[in-house]
């Protein structure tokens, strides 16, 4: 395998899909500390069903307030298609967040990537196709990476 096709999933322009997660996940943290919001990175949440409980490391987080997010920074394919793959990660977070104690926040942090073709973002489709698999209560919150804008899709308090 040469190296283009070891690096056909990597974010044109990035030293690695890791350092693309970090880097966003810094941008997040530093969002919400200027909202008032202090979080975390790799913040630890005892999550599960009944009596069976397990810890499960979140982006970032905060026991005081209690808040757990999830960042995403995912965009269109290059084609303009919708990146299944990363679909499948932002309904995983979702199950996560639905597994989450009930008096946690919980926000969906995620990159404003907006196509052309479809005429809305990624974080609108996702809102519009699996809106079903959001749990009452998760915040989508959308960074605009041009602006530096959040803008929230969804609030905590939106009604199903």
């Known amino acids: 395998m040469d190296a283009d096709e070891n690096n056909k999933f990597q974010r044109i322009g990035a030293v690695s899909n890791t350092h693309v997660g970090s880097d966003f996940e810094a941008v997040a943290r530093a969002h919400l500390l200027a909202t008032g919001l202090a979080v975390e990175p790799r913040f630890s949440v005892l999550i599960g069903v009944g009596a069976n409980k397990k810890n499960r490391l979140f982006d970032l987080g905060s026991s005081s307030p209690k808040i757990i997010v999830e960042c995403k920074s995912h965009r269109w394919t290059i084609g303009g298609n919708m990146p299944s793959a990363k679909m499948t990660v932002w309904n995983e977070a979702m199950f996560y967040f639905s597994l989450a104690p009930h008096d946690y926040r919980k926000i969906l942090f995620v990159l ?11 974080a609108h489709y996702y809102l519009r196709i699996h809106g079903h698999l959001i749990p009452e209560g998760v915040e989508i919150w959308e960074y605009d990476d041009s602006t530096k804008h959040v803008s929230i899709l969804k609030s905590g308090e939106d009604a199903r």
């Open 112 to 122: 404003r990537d907006f196509n052309v073709r479809k005429q809305e973002t990624l």
